[in-house]
C-alpha cells in the first residue's frame, strides 16, 4: 500500500502543474476536441523547468522548493487574471459533455501512471545501462544551487551533456519532496502517462477534424496511443524463427520455424542493423533508462500538435510585407519598435506559433542534442508545404532559427560539443580524397549500406501505412467541397509526418 500512497502524492503535484496551466493550454489549443488538455501537464513542467533553468543559469533564484512554488503562483496569477479575462475558461469547467472528456483523460493519465510504476516496483533498481549516468545527472541537479550543475565524474567541471529532460525530471523531485531514488521510477511512469493521454489527444483531435463524432475520437486517440507507445517494428517476424546470433541478422525468410519465442531476444528490435541503434518507446519503458531520448517523447507530441495546430489554421497569413521594418528610422522613432513587435505578436498566428515552434526546437537540442536539427528539418519541411517556395518560407525560417539561437543560448554557452564533424557513408575516392568539407567528413573504408529488407523490417509498418493511405486518397479524389477541402489539408499533414 505504501506505493500507492507515494505514487498519488507524486500525482497530485502533477495535477497541481496541469490545472495551472489549464487557460494557457486551451487557449493554444481551442481546436481540439479536449481542448489540448493533457497537455497542459507537458506545458506546464516544460515552462516550470524552463524558467528554474534560466534564473539558475544566470544567478537569479537559486533551485529550491521555495524558487519553484513561487513562480507556479505567479503564473497561476498571471493567468487565471490575465488570460482568463481574454478567454471563457470557466466553461471549460460545466459538467459537459467536455469535461467528461477531461475526466476521462485524467482516468487514463492516473492509470497509466500507476500502471508502469507498479510494473517498475517489481524491479525498481537502478542500475545497468543507462541508469546510473541518469540517475547521477539527477542527482548532481538535485544538489546544485545554481546551473549548470557538476559533472559527477569531473566534479570540478560542469555537465558537459544535453541535461534538460534530467533537469524537468529534478524539478518534480525537489517539488514533491520525493526521496530521489523513488523519484526516479516516478518520472519514467509519469513520462509514459503523459505519452499516453497526449497521443489520445492529437490523434482523437486528427480524426474529430474529420468526422464530428467523439465516439470515434475516442475509439482511434486510444488505438493511436496504443501504436506509439506499446508499438514497435516488424522485428517480432524473428519469433517464428530460429533466432541469430546477435551482431550478425539473417534474412527471416532463411530461418523461419514455428511459433518460437525462446529463440527471441527483444534488444534485438533495437540493434537490428549493425553499429546503430534505433529504440522505440516500448523497449525505453521496459529497460527503465531515463536518457535524453525517453525525456523527449512528451515534448516531441507537443511539437508535432504545434505543427499540425499551424497547418490547418484557417486564418490568412498576413504578407510579410506589411511587418517589414523601416530599418532608417530616425533615433527619436525608436520608442515606436515595442509597438510594432507588439503589434506583430498579437496579430500574427503563424509568427506566434514559429517562435513557439523554434523554442522548442531548443528544448529538442538541450534534451536530446540530435533532436533539434530533426525538428527543425520538420518545422522547415511543414512551412515549405503550407507556403511554398515564397517569402513567406524564408522568413518563417528565419524566425525559427532565430528564436532556437535565442531560447537555447543559455544552455549552449556552457556546452562544448564533443563531436568535430559529421561523417558521409559510403563516399567516393574523390571526396575521401579531399577527407572534409566544412563540417562533412569523408573517411575511406567508412561504408555501410543497408540492405533493403533491413530498411523494411524497422519501416515497413510505415510504408504500408502510408502506402494504404496514399492509394485511398487517390481513389477518393478531390472536390471543391469545403469540408472536403479541410480533411485534404490535414491529409497533407499527415504526409509530412510520413516523409
Known sequence: MDWIITTANWYLYLLLIGFIFIPLTSKIFHSFFDKGYPFAKIIGIIVLTYAAFVLGIYKIAP?????????????????????????????????????????????????????????????????????????????????????????????????????????????????????????????????????????????????????????????????????????????????????????????????LTGYNPTKYWYPNATRFIPFTIHEFPIYSYVVADLHGHVFDIPFVLLTIALLFLMFIHKAEVSEIKTYKF???????????????????????????????????????????????????????????????????????????????????????????????????????DFLTDMKKIGPFLFEKGNCQPDPFWMLFVLWGFFWINFLLFFFIKVLEGKTKHALVQHQLRIDDFIFVLFT
Open 63 to 255: 533551485f529550491n522548493r521555495i524558487t519553484l512554488i513561487v513562480f507556479l503562483v505567479a503564473a497561476f496569477i498571471l493567468q487565471w487574471i490575465v488570460i482568463r479575462r481574454r478567454t471563457s475558461v470557466h466553461s471549460l469547467f460545466r459538467f459537459n459533455k467536455q469535461m467528461w472528456v477531461f475526466v476521462f483523460e485524467e482516468l487514463l493519465f492516473i492509470a497509466s501512471l500507476f500502471f508502469l510504476t507498479y510494473i517498475r516496483g517489481q524491479e525498481p533498481s537502478i542500475r545497468g545501462l543507462e541508469k546510473y549516468m541518469d540517475f547521477g545527472f539527477i542527482n548532481s541537479i538535485l544538489r546544485s544551487d545554481y546551473f549548470p550543475p557538476l559533472d559527477i565524474w569531473y566534479s570540478r567541471l560542469p555537465i558537459n551533456y544535453y541535461y534538460f529532460g534530467h533537469l524537468s525530471g529534478a524539478i518534480l523531485i525537489k517539488l514533491s519532496g520525493m526521496i530521489p531514488s523513488y523519484g526516479y521510477n516516478l518520472i519514467l511512469a509519469s513520462i509514459f502517462a503523459q505519452a499516453v493521454t497526449a497521443v489520445f489527444s492529437l490523434v482523437g483531435s486528427i480524426v474529430y477534424s474529420f468526422r464530428r463524432s467523439l465516439r470515434l475520437a475516442y475509439l482511434m486517440g486510444l488505438l493511436g496511443t496504443f501504436i506509439v507507445n506499446f508499438g514497435g517494428n516488424l522485428h517480432t517476424i524473428y519469433l517464428f524463427t530460429q533466432g541469430y546470433p546477435a551482431d550478425t541478422p539473417t534474412p527471416f525468410w532463411e530461418i
Open 326 to 428: 523601416n530599418y532608417k528610422l530616425h533615433l527619436k522613432h525608436i520608442r515606436q519598435l515595442p509597438t510594432t513587435i507588439y503589434h506583430l505578436l498579437t496579430t500574427n498566428y503563424y509568427l506566434l506559433t514559429v517562435i513557439a515552434l523554434g523554442f522548442m526546437t531548443a528544448l529538442h537540442y538541450m534534451t536530446n542534442a540530435f533532436d533539434g536539427p530533426i525538428y527543425l528539418l520538420l518545422i522547415a519541411l511543414t512551412l515549405f508545404v503550407m507556403f511554398g517556395f515564397k517569402k513567406k518560407l524564408f522568413f518563417y525560417m528565419a524566425v525559427s532559427t532565430v528564436s532556437f539561437l535565442v531560447f537555447s543560448h543559455p544552455f549552449s554557452s556552457h556546452f562544448s560539443p564533443f563531436v568535430s564533424g559529421i561523417g558521409v557513408n559510403c563516399s567516393p
